[in-house]
Nanobody, 118 residues
Framework: QVQLVESGGGLVQPGGSLRLSCAAS????????WGWYRQAPGKQRELVAA???????NYADSVKGRFTISRDNVKNTMYLQMNSMRPEDTAVYYC????????????WGQGTQVTVSS
């Protein structure tokens, strides 16, 4: 079992920055891909950024050049640095880890609210 705890959400003005963290505990190995998702009111959950077991990253087009995903394998923690934030970035952000071979090993955090507003 894996537990994920997000932190770092809050209120930020347009153009500002926030850094989200996702700390994992439990039986997590290097065979997990990690990702950040977000869900705005009335919209479907969408992938924001992901980082694979090899360290490869990919981003939603809407955040490319503004957000950076990273991972500390020693601390079992993932980060999302969000810069030049926009009101449309407002959402609940969720952390996810998913085993590369075993589909049922798919875990989610509780979510953290990010609000971009002046």
């Amino acid at each position: 079992q894996v537990q994920l705890v997000e932190s770092g959400g809050g209120l930020v003005q347009p153009g500002g920055s926030l850094r989200l963290s996702c700390a994992a505990s439990g039986s997590i190995s290097s065979f997990y891909n990690w990702g950040w998702y977000r869900q705005a009111p009335g919209k479907q959950r969408e992938l924001v950024a992901a980082i694979t077991t090899t360290g490869s990253t990919n981003y939603a087009d809407s955040v490319k050049g503004r957000f950076t995903i990273s991972r500390d394998n020693v601390k079992n923690t993932m980060y999302l640095q969000m810069n030049s934030m926009r009101p449309e970035d407002t959402a609940v952000y969720y952390c996810n880890v998913r085993h590369v071979l075993v589909a049922k090993l798919d875990y989610w955090g509780q979510g953290t609210q990010v609000t971009v507003s002046s």
